[in-house]
């Protein structure tokens, strides 16, 4: 790097005219993890991929555990992740007693580390990991579903849930639409829209006092969530107010058309590739740090027909000839395949000698082992990304008949969370898959 060049150089001219430099890749340091100027590291980032139905028993698990393992037939689309890539096998659900409420017990232990009673459960792991890293951002988090549905299996304590966005061009205008401010130009204005929207809620925020006074248990715990989601409000906005950081990779993408959010997996495909996009270049221009994928593969089908992925998995016999049941297969595959260009986006997003996937990991959960036979056991979780060194990967580790929390307990671990044990009765854990972290 030319030590002569750094983040506050500016160029000066006649009558004390000076003008700024763009940020510039010279301005990190030679891996891309730091900027050169301050040594202050470039933040990590999480996601969530939530594919429903399992996988096929035989057709994921690798024969050999630690590192170099070979990437079986069902996860193929995957092998040139390999290298940043973990798998984690022979997780389960605990169910404690209770009964299953099929593809949405296990959603429910993997996200919250518990069975709620009744509505409300605790907060997901990634609106705890957000609580952490993304209160600096535009947005704490960034949900979407490639089935155009709002279902999300992100959520804050309590009831409340945060839906997801089914329509990548809606994204786009949410995410680099008028309010989008650009980290690297020279000039900054405050939005005067967003300035009449923080004024508002510092004027009710300045009732609430008296309204909780005046309610009962019940109620003022419903208020609270929602001054919660309040404060979190005003949170954003504040940040809206201030003149973003320059961000060497941020480039706005190019804006498309509307889309077309179906079930139809060859719109689901496109839609996935497009959202991938969006999310590699918030992440890069700093306007979240976390963001959740719902494949929605429950309604998920293919052009012209009636039965889709999660009636596949129920009504299609077992090839006897193959030993698997062959519709069921291809779903996987396609989600697989789905995911891999996902992760190709996120490499695609150059900061420095690196990429935005180097600063991040991505969770891959399932509902179920098998989804046939709605088995809880025997689960298929990945992470793939070094969190910018916080993580080895490569690795497969076999952990069979330990609680799948161990995983979400280890992601918010090494995200700053500070929490000693996770989830609840036998789903609780306090061990972390420690054959991961770096």
């Not at 715990?221 to 001054?227: G, K, M, Q, S, T």
Request: charged share 20%; glycine share 10%.
């Amino acid at each position: 790097m030319n030590k002569l060049v750094n983040r506050r150089r500016v160029l000066r001219g006649a009558a004390g005219i000076t003008v700024g430099l763009p940020f510039l890749d010279c301005f990190l340091n030679s891996s891309g993890t730091a900027l050169a100027a301050t040594n202050a590291q470039l933040p990590v980032c999480f996601g969530t991929w939530w594919q429903g139905l399992g996988m096929t028993p035989g057709r994921w698990v690798p024969d050999k555990v630690g590192a170099g393992y070979e990437v079986k037939v069902e996860m193929r689309a995957l092998t040139p992740f390999r290298d940043k890539m973990n798998i984690i096998s022979g997780t389960k659900y605990f169910m404690d007693g209770r009964p299953l409420e099929t593809h949405t017990t296990g959603w429910q232990i993997g996200s919250t580390g518990r069975i709620p009673l009744g509505i409300n459960s605790g907060a997901s792991l990634d609106s705890q990991i957000a609580d952490v890293i993304g209160t600096k951002t535009r947005f704490r988090s960034i949900e979407v579903s490639l089935d155009g549905s709002t279902q999300s299996y992100s959520k804050r304590a309590g009831s409340a849930s945060n839906p997801s966005e089914g329509s990548p061009s809606k994204l786009y205008a949410r995410i680099f639409g008028p309010e989008f401010k650009d980290p690297n130009a020279a000039d900054f204005t405050p939005d005067p829209k967003v300035m009449a929207r923080r004024s508002v809620l510092s004027y009710v925020a300045d009732e609430r006092k008296d309204v909780m006074k005046q309610l009962g248990a019940s109620d003022r715990a419903r208020l609270d969530e929602y001054f919660s989601a309040l404060r979190q409000i005003e949170q954003q906005l504040d940040i809206e107010l201030q003149k973003p950081a320059p961000l060497a990779a941020c480039t706005v993408p190019t804006a498309f058309g509307e889309t077309q959010p179906g079930k139809d997996i060859v719109e689901a495909g496109k839609n996935s590739k497009l959202f991938g996009g969006l999310l590699a270049h918030a992440l890069a221009c700093g306007q979240t740090r976390v963001f959740n994928i719902n494949v929605g593969a429950g309604g998920l089908r293919k052009a012209g027909s009636t039965q889709g992925w999660h009636s596949w998995t129920h009504e299609e016999p077992i090839d006897e000839k193959l030993g698997y049941q062959k519709e069921v297969t291809s779903f996987i595959e396609w989600g697989n395949e789905t995911f891999a260009e996902l992760l190709r986006q996120l490499e695609g997003v150059k900061e420095g000698s690196g990429n935005v996937l180097d600063r991040t990991v991505i969770l891959w959960q399932s509902d179920h082992g098998i989804a046939r036979t709605h088995t809880m056991d025997f689960l298929p979780i990945l992470t793939v990304g070094k969190a910018g060194g916080r993580l080895k990967t490569g690795i497969h580790v076999s952990a069979a008949g330990d609680p799948a929390t161990r995983v979400g307990l280890t992601m918010q671990q090494i995200m700053g969370v500070p929490l000693s044990s996770w989830g609840a009765l036998s789903n609780e854990t306090s061990k972390t898959v420690t054959e991961i972290v770096a």
